[in-house]
């Protein structure tokens, strides 16, 4: 009873287009950055590392390396802040959360491209 009524008031603020991405993936999120009355897309790109909650309650967290130092953001799915997010590589996972890549540097953090054999 409480789901369903919880759902249906959640169903007006789902985005009705979803990008389509999974965990291993390198991909690019479009943010919309709202600095006094001037608004600008900026591009945060880096390695989906988690994916988790269903609805409005799904975020996904990104990783990347920024001078030496290891940045993580993690994005809410259905937030009217992000603009685009676009797959640029896809990698082989055997994990849902690749947690293990915080302890990595260097080449140790690449995964290995899945290629796309269809055509």
């Known amino acids: ?4 009524l919880i759902s249906s008031v959640e169903k007006k603020y789902l985005k009705k287009k979803l990008p389509s991405f999974d965990i291993g993936e390198t991909v690019d999120v479009h943010v919309k ?4 009355s001037k608004e600008r897309v900026q591009i945060f790109n880096g390695t989906v590392i988690s994916r988790k909650g269903t609805g409005i ?3 996904f967290t990104v990783r990347r390396i920024v001078n030496n130092e290891g940045v993580e ?3 809410p799915v259905h937030s009217p802040s992000i603009v685009d997010i676009k797959v640029k590589r ?3 996972v055997r994990r849902s959360k690749l947690y293990f890549l915080r302890d990595r540097t260097g080449k140790a953090v ?4 899945k290629w796309n054999t269809k055509q």
């Open 73 to 75: 953001r993690i994005f």
């Open 110 to 113: 690449r995964l290995r491209e």
């Open 33 to 36: 950055i709202v600095e006094g």
């Open 57 to 59: 309650n799904e975020v």
């Open 1 to 4: 009873m409480v789901s369903s």
């Open 90 to 92: 896809s990698g082989i």
